[in-house]
Every structure is written in structure tokens, then in C-alpha cells.
């Protein structure tokens, strides 16, 4: 049962527009959201988080929305560039408790960006 | 100086065989992780380890055996591998935060394991 879900696999943007990513999730013991970016043959790497308490932030071209209510959270990035290509995963954490939860992870949105 | 580094990157084995991963860890975390990400490309915990002390095992098969020497370090071994074994594992770190905290976990480069 997926707690986590990026409903879309693929999402395909032209350079200097906005790129929306959207993940849903179920569990309402998530207290923390985060999003990884992912090229091939490469580990995660952090892009941006979210703490339940808050409902936005921002850091320089992302942006991170929260909905609580909804249960849903989505990824902005503007403009997007050519080097923004890669798959997005969506992770939230907190579904036990205590600092050494890990993270449950969407099954990640492939994002290209078009010249 | 990577921060997660793991070894092997790839890795390829005979079904029955044993093996093993190594990861360390230099950003003085004290919370390391083992996910898996299979062929379908999802990517969940197997376990994580905080302070050498086992804290998650996510029903994984009683082959994989992790080892934390120290906190900088956790490694995996899996006996008698079997082909459904074949996925790409992935090692992390973060520091022990309490719930209502933040804490990002920072993720190796992963192993590519294929069992033929």
C-alpha cells in the first residue's frame, strides 16, 4: 500500500516555463516532507524540504508547497533549465516516530526539460 | 571527500553466492540507512541503525545481515543470494532528530547488484 504517490511518471516542460511536481500521500503521522532529485547511475541528492507546521518554502528556484488538509504536496521550480532534467522522488517522513524513521518514497516523476 | 560513500558500485554474482556492500559515512552522522530501489524503481527502507544500535528492519529476509562496526559505518551482507536479489541499494546517513524535526538523509551513489 503506497503511502507516498507521484501519480505522474513523466512530466515534460520547455526551458524557462514552470515545472510542477505533485505527490499525494495518505499517512497523517508524516510531520516531514522532502524532495530528492535523481539522474541515472547516481545516488538521491536533497533538494528541498518541508516540516508540517509550515505550508511553503523557498529555496532560490524551488519552491515547496503544502496542502495538510488535502494531503498533498507539490514541487515548483521556476524557470526551469536543461539541467533540471532527472527523475523527482517525493519522500515524507515520521510514520513511526523517533530520528532514525528513514524515509517513504513516491515512486518518482521523470522531469525533461525541452530547449 | 564524498560524504556517503559505498563500494562496490556494481557487482555481479552467482546465485548461492555471498557478498557484501560497504558503506561509510563522513559527515559525523549517527543514523545510517540501507534502502533498496528494485526494478520498478521504488526505493524503500530496509534498515536503519542509529548509534550501531538496529532501529528499523523492515521485513527483509533473515540473508541480509547489516553490520555497524562504528557510526560512521554500516555494512551489508547478504548470504545465498537469489536472483530477485538484483536491485540497486542505496546507503544513507542523517542525524538523529526528534519527530517534529527536520532531518535530511544524505545518499550514497548506490551498488548496481545483478545475481545471474
Known amino acids: 500500500d503506497q503511502q507516498v504517490k507521484q501519480n505522474s511518471p513523466s512530466l515534460s516542460v520547455q526551458e524557462g516555463r514552470i515545472s510542477i511536481l505533485n505527490c499525494d500521500y495518505t499517512?497523517?503521522?508524516?510531520?516531514?516532507f522532502l524532495w530528492y532529485k535523481k539522474y541515472p547511475a547516481e545516488g538521491p541528492t536533497f533538494l528541498i524540504s518541508?516540516?508540517?507546521?509550515?505550508d511553503k518554502n523557498e529555496d532560490g528556484r524551488f519552491t515547496v508547497f503544502l496542502n495538510k488538509s488535502a494531503k498533498h504536496l507539490s514541487l515548483h521550480i521556476v524557470p526551469s533549465q536543461p539541467g533540471d532534467s532527472a527523475v523527482y522522488f517525493c519522500?515524507?517522513?515520521?510514520?513511526?516516530?523517533?530520528?532514525?524513521?528513514?524515509?517513504?518514497f513516491g515512486k518518482g516523476t521523470h522531469l525533461i526539460i525541452q530547449p | 571527500d564524498t560524504a556517503v560513500s559505498q563500494t562496490p558500485k556494481y557487482l555481479v554474482t552467482q546465485m548461492g553466492n555471498d557478498k557484501s556492500i560497504k558503506c561509510e559515512q563522513n559527515?559525523?552522522?549517527?543514523?545510517m540507512y540501507w534502502y533498496k530501489q528494485d526494478s520498478k524503481k521504488f526505493l524503500k527502507i530496509m534498515f536503519s541503525?542509529?548509534?550501531?544500535?538496529?532501529?528499523i528492519n523492515e521485513t527483509v529476509p533473515n540473508r541480509f545481515s547489516p553490520k555497524s562496526p562504528d557510526k560512521a559505518h554500516l555494512n551489508l551482507h547478504i548470504n545465498s543470494l537469489e536472483l530477485g536479489d538484483s536491485a540497486v541499494y542505496f546507503c544513507?546517513?542523517?542525524?538523529?532528530?526528534?519527530?517534529?524535526?527536520?532531518?535530511?538523509?544524505?545518499f550514497g551513489e548506490g551498488s548496481w547488484l545483478t545475481v545471474v
Open positions: 518541508i516540516s508540517s507546521i509550515k
Open positions: 559527515l559525523g552522522h549517527d543514523t
Open positions: 519522500a515524507a517522513r515520521g510514520s513511526r516516530g523517533g530520528g532514525a524513521d528513514g524515509l517513504t
Open positions: 544513507a546517513s542523517s542525524q538523529y532528530v526528534l519527530k517534529l524535526s527536520g532531518n535530511t538523509i544524505y
Open positions: 541503525y542509529n548509534n550501531k544500535e538496529l532501529i
Open positions: 499517512n497523517s503521522m508524516f510531520d516531514y
